[in-house]
């Protein structure tokens, strides 16, 4: 019998860890505690807090020596990659992480997953060859009044 969840599945799991995705997450309630955690299947199953893990929250983890994985989000295929730390070596200030679970104790953060927006290609820069007489032309229209252009 399946334990059946303490709270309401966070919305964002939905993005993070969609069906079919290539790093085997998968959002499943906690047979233990029954919070919502999150699965990676790889290998050893690994089993995460869903909050993600940044800013402040980031040296609360540290101090409680909770074991962290970096979380790179692949923009081509949409899906998140998790990368192991290796105690505070590894730890970038402006990362995302997520802590290990564990039944005991309360989750560092409840801060929701906000996937990177796909960066766009930067477009050519804006150059005129512009000579003198069509600016001549330009100021002599322009300063033209309208009656007398019709």
Same mark, same amino acid.
């Given at each position: 019998m399946r334990r059946k969840a303490k709270e309401h599945k966070p919305s964002w799991l939905r993005i993070f860890a969609p069906p079919g995705n290539l790093a085997k997450l998968e959002a499943c309630?906690?047979?233990g505690c029954g919070r919502w955690v999150i699965v990676q299947q790889l290998g050893v199953w690994d089993t995460?807090?869903?909050?993600?893990?940044?800013?402040?929250d980031l040296m609360?983890?540290?101090?409680?020596?909770k074991r962290l994985t970096r979380i790179r989000w692949n923009v081509d295929y949409a899906q998140p990659t998790l990368i192991d730390v290796c105690g505070d070596k590894g730890?970038?200030?402006d990362g995302q992480y997520l802590a290990e679970h564990d039944c005991r104790l309360g989750r560092v953060s409840d801060t929701p997953f906000? $996937? $990177?927006r796909k960066p766009h290609p930067a477009g050519k820069p804006?150059?005129?060859?512009?000579s003198d007489?069509?600016?001549k032309a330009f100021e002599k229209i322009w300063r033209t009044p309208l009656r007398k252009l019709k």
């Open positions: 309630v906690c047979e995460y807090d869903a909050g993600i893990i940044q800013g402040d609360i983890a540290i101090i409680l020596k730890i970038s200030p906000r $996937p $990177p804006f150059t005129t060859s512009i007489e069509d600016v």
